[in-house]
């Protein structure tokens, strides 16, 4: 564990650093180099006086150097690699240049471009990054959390890598999406990446292509089950919450089964969170709040259909759940506006379910008059020729799945439909958005869950909002992290949803798109962290207020600038 201590001034901000390491084991610690930015001061005190080339650059002109040789990048994946060897190299550097450059460079170190790095993490030489804690060491879990490089957490984020974006089990290479969502908390919520930590629990493997390929990296078995993963995951838990009591705990692309039965367990115990249920349901709730305004129809009028009822699916379905009892309807009549739709076609109650998907099966009587292309198979045409819906959400990473007939025989019925193609990444995207707009004549209120380029049609330009949870998780977690909220409340995920909603372009302009741009995102995020810190107080779920919430924001939130330096 590396010595570095930072020293605040009175207003609570960073004032300097001080540090023991010196020479080329200061150079070797992203979190404190600071490359050839070191002073002719800080040079001689810590003995790099010959280690760097002469010239003393400011962190602008850093930046301005590294975005040079981004550009020379020439692939995604390419720039994505780049971009985390800056980071392994100069913490500081790294989010100052992402952040200039935010809106370009979100999607390569995130979603999509991170779904190529995970299915390359065990062909790329990469410095290590975080916790991998193994099955097998269930027993050392304690040890292993010692070895962490930070000192103090905030913040982790966890994964076993089952269920990776839209390209499934990709087992020890989930690591790199715990990395990617960390940052993401840093760029777009300010918080402090030192006191972050990703977490890879491995328990192998049902992939079996990394199983066969003697470069995989990971636990070389079929995934632990049942029970004993029930345990691995107990322990985990207990031994990082005793060792950080007040941490935010968030679990992301596990199974749909395991990712369910997680929270369930744990949400009222621990402050803890799930990105691809909540995350993605509060940004979803929020572009559709957006789209009900810019629709016309009253919120609680809407018929809504979810292709593909899997974690995310039942997870945004469950968001606008919530928004419907809001809105004044009972409990059943908030279900019945839903139709979800998974591989068996329209989740009725005479086929097999997934708990979480039965208390959104319809019953199969109520059906009986409906028109069927090939019965009994309910398919997505025939939901959409019966149900006539106002809304329709893909979650399915079925490419395509929006055909050309479902969507105009949607848009037949409905003066403005709201449409959310959400799979990533864009290769299993349900639609094009240029398609969307021809085949409903530029009337289709779209999201998209993969970033597009704006759309020239019939004379104007479209800006196409991508429904990305970056949007959402790093304000909750700022907001939760800045009170140190016990747990994470519905009340608190329906504030950050509502806040989110209100800065929609859409809502000035219903022709505009549904969300800000990511380049907006840290204010955004502010905001959202503001709304869900202030619930937490209202509800009693605050551990740490003191003073102004605002004021508490501000001081917490982490600024990639280079402070000076002193020895210990």
Known sequence: ???????????????????????????????????????????????????????????????????????????????????????????????????????????????????????????????????????????????????????????????????????????????????????????????????????????????????????????????????????????????????????????????????????????????????????TGVVTLAAFLAGTAASGIALRDHRIVVFGAGTAGVGITEQIFGALKRAGLSEQEARSRFWLLDKPGLLTDDIELLPFQKPYAHKKIELKTWILRDPPFISLYDVVNNVKPTTLIGCSTVAGAFKEEVIKMMAANIERPIIMPLSNP????????????????????????SPFPEIHYDGKWYRIAQSNNALAFPGIGLGAIAVRAKRISDDMLWVAAQALSKHSPAMQDKMAALLPKLSEAKMVSFKVALAVAEQAQAEGLAQHVHGNLEDILKKIIWEPIYYPYYKV
């Open 1 to 279: 564990m590396f010595e570095f201590k930072i020293i605040l001034d009175d207003t609570g901000k960073i004032h300097c650093v001080k540090t023991s390491l010196t020479g080329n084991d200061l150079l070797s610690t992203p979190k404190l180099n600071k490359g050839c930015a070191f002073t002719l001061e800080e040079r001689e005190t810590f003995n790099l006086t010959g280690l760097l080339p002469p010239l003393v650059e400011t962190l602008e002109q850093q930046v301005a150097r590294m975005y040079i040789q981004y550009q020379e990048q020439h692939t995604n994946l390419g720039k994505n690699i780049y971009l985390n060897a800056l980071h392994d190299y100069n913490e500081t550097l790294f989010y100052q240049l992402v952040s200039q450059h935010l809106e370009e460079m979100l999607p390569i170190i995130y979603t999509p471009t991170v779904g190529e790095a995970v299915q390359r993490f065990s062909l790329e030489h990469r410095k290590p990054r975080g916790l991998y804690i193994c099955y097998k060491d269930w027993n050392k879990i304690d040890e292993i959390l010692d070895n962490r490089v930070p000192p103090e957490i905030d913040l982790s984020v966890i994964t076993d890598g089952e269920a990776v974006l839209g390209i499934g089990d990709q087992g020890i290479g989930g690591i790199n999406i715990s990395s990617a969502k960390l940052m993401v908390y840093t760029l777009c919520g300010g918080i402090n990446p030192h006191r972050c930590l990703p977490i890879q629990l491995d328990v192998g493997t049902n992939n079996p292509q990394l199983l066969n390929d003697p470069m995989y990296l990971g636990s070389r078995h079929e995934r632990i089950t049942g029970q004993k993963y029930d345990d691995f995951i107990d322990a985990f838990v207990q031994a990082i919450t005793k060792k950080f009591p007040h941490i935010l705990l968030h679990w992301e692309d596990f199974g749909r089964t395991n990712a369910r039965r997680i929270l369930a367990r744990y949400q009222n115990q621990y402050c803890t969170f799930n990105g691809d249920m909540q995350g």
């Open 426 to 449: 864009n290769s299993l995207t349900e639609a094009e958005p240029e398609d969307l707009l021809k085949w409903t004549e530029a009337k289709a209120i779209i999201a998209t869950g």
